[in-house]
């Protein structure tokens, strides 16, 4: 409309110019007698700016249009403005019913809904430690990401991040829900996308975060799924997700609480940044040349930096997957949350369990659901190519004694066991073996490994090692220039050469590193990760390095204690996950104990009771792998054995240095 005026008052002065020259034309001298000529020639007349004629008509016409032409800018603007507002005011409107309750102003219990649970009182404190640091400070460090609040126990798993029930969200359109564009797109929902959010917004407190996930649930811990939670005595523990750590300390296995995290639909407008989470959405495609990614609904998404954290998928037996449908029916894998609440299903519905696989998690998955036998009956059967449980991992006499320890949870063990062909006959699962032997069974979990997540690769033309798989990456976890790669990622250790680990502490460390130099740090990956496993709560072992049993190695044990259990080493440093301790520490110059040593135990010396010890593994003499077993807090001198790269003539000696003669 003013645009309208401007023009109106520029064209007025102008026609009212050509109107009074029109007039002086006609009473100019030359026609001041008295005859006036009954037509004036055109060619006397003006044609400049100042004519008359037909170009009067034509600045009539121009006025015209230019009316015209206003008026139609002022309806279409007064439209435009009328559409803003009442999206402005759509948009209020759905926060203000999304918002969780505020600290300061608890939403009354009227107000409360079974879809949207107020968070409880113990946790609310920890959610407002954990956002304040983005805004005035620099937030916690990453490896203190499972320490903050957690979900009320009546929380729901599948509460969307949006504050909305899944039906509700899905039902939102699309558009109204996503940002166009994102700084941070970060991958994966797992540990290590979680670590890098919260490495971002540590170095940068105003960073836009997007967490893209296939996964209904907001990022969680994997390793109580096969260990804690199986522990549990409350029997809603699949709805509440909530465990007793070894050391009797109760929390969740989600990082944060839904409260933690912004609205996808809110990220752009955020003045002080967050973190978002698109949840049961997954990247189908990348174009890094664009700097986009397409969703399997379509959706792009463009982005500055983003990080693949894709995890793996769990591996399956081909002769299971040409053993038929009613076979595939009875088989479980084991990676998610759902998978564990289907498992805790169908062990509390059939009479037998039988699974394949003698590495982590096929032995702890043993250990747990043999412990559950003594109460329900329920008949729980490992088998495995090697002789015993762990075999790839533990030296031959470790492995054995092993297999006794979970032989006596109730587990009914077969070693050596290829299996060749599955059929189901007569409501049972016969597995066939190649020696002959036939198992029947009800059920099958096949826990046989780890394959590295690399859908994406070809899409975005990334590396894929050809030796251990997952995304190639320099010393930086980068990919390409804007692209870095996470718990997924095939890097190079600059003392033990090109690596790929799937555990939760290098998920954590990688995760934390790589969104460390989104932001610029440009820091090398040098960390030596650790990994663990519990074979329930007195039975434990860490270990760091390369830890194959075809090495060499060298053992020295002394007896065990009461303190030397998993469940103490949880007591003692107040951590569930016990990496959290680890990660951070650094050993200098580990000094032993100075109290006299008895005389150690031989190397590798065969005693029916291996109670606690170190086994150093050996590569052209060189410790290249070490696993403290029932020996915990010890991590960091491990770590400087293995980073020095030294050779020792005793390896005895060594030992001391973690101090396992200590009564």
Known sequence: MLKCRTVCKKLVPLVRASSTACRQNVRRPGLNNVRIPTCVPVAHMSTGL?????????YALVLGATFVGGLAYTLITLK???EIYMKRMERSTSHIQSEPPTL????????????????????????????APSETSEPPPADDLVTLAEPSA?????????????????????????????????????????????????????????????????????PPL??????????????????????????????????????????????????????????????????????DDDTEISYDKCLIATGGVPR???????????????????RKIDDFKSLDKVSRSVNSITIIGGGF????????????????????????????????????????????KVKKEGVKIISEALVKSVAYKDDKLEIQLKDGRLVRTDHIVAAVGLEPNV??????????????????????????????????????????????????????????????????????????????SDLGPDVGYEAIGIVDSSLPTVAVFAKATAKDTPKAATEKSGTGIRSESETEDTATSPVASAAPAPAPAPAVEHKDDYGKGVIFYLRDKVVVGIILWNVFNRMPIARKIIKDGEEHADLNEVAKLFNIHED
């Not at 994102?182 to 971002?200: D, E, K, M, Q």
């Open 50 to 58: 100042l004519g008359g004629g037909g170009d009067n008509l034509k």
């Open 80 to 82: 435009e403005d009328h």
């Open 104 to 131: 300061s102003e608890p939403k009354p219990e009227a107000a409360s809904s079974p879809e949207e649970p107020s968070p409880p009182p113990e946790a609310a404190a920890p959610v407002a430690k954990a956002a």
């Open 154 to 222: 009546a929380e729901p798993p599948e509460l969307q991040p949006e504050g909305l029930t899944k039906s509700a969200a899905d039902s939102t359109p699309p558009s109204h829900r996503l940002p166009s564009h994102t700084p941070y797109l970060l991958i994966g929902g797992g540990t290590a996308s979680f670590a890098a959010a919260r490495s971002i917004r540590a170095r940068d407190p105003g960073a836009k975060v997007l967490i893209v996930t296939d996964e209904l649930d907001l990022p969680y811990m994997r």
């Open 226 to 295: 096969s260990k804690e939670l199986w522990f549990s005595d409350d029997p809603s523990v699949t709805e509440t997700l909530r465990f007793k750590q070894w050391n009797g300390k109760e929390r969740s296995i989600y990082f944060q609480p839904p409260s933690f995290y912004i609205n996808p639909e809110d990220l752009d407008s955020a003045e002080n940044g967050g973190v978002a989470i698109l949840t049961n959405k997954k990247v189908v495609h990348m174009d890094v040349r664009g700097n986009k990614v397409k969703l």
């Open 316 to 334: 399956t037996l081909q002769v299971l997957e040409r053993a038929g449908e009613e076979v595939m029916k009875r088989t479980s894998l084991f």
């Open 361 to 404: 998690l096929g032995s702890e998955l043993a250990c747990a659901l043999g412990r559950k036998s003594t109460e329900s009956g329920l008949e729980v059967v490992q088998m495995f190519p090697e002789k015993g449980n762990m075999g790839k991992v533990l030296p031959e006499y470790l492995s054995n004694w092993t297999t006794e």
């Open 455 to 532: 859908d994406l690769a070809k899409s975005a033309g990334l590396e894929v090692d050809s030796d251990f798989g997952g995304y190639r990456v320099n010393a930086e976890l980068q990919a390409r220039s804007n692209i870095w790669a996470g718990d997924a990622a095939c890097f190079y250790d600059i003392r033990l050469g090109r690596r790929r680990v799937e555990h939760h502490d290098h998920a954590v460390v990688s995760g934390r590193l790589a969104g460390e130099n989104m932001t610029g740090a440009n820091k090398p990956y040098w960390h030596q990760s650790m990994f663990w």
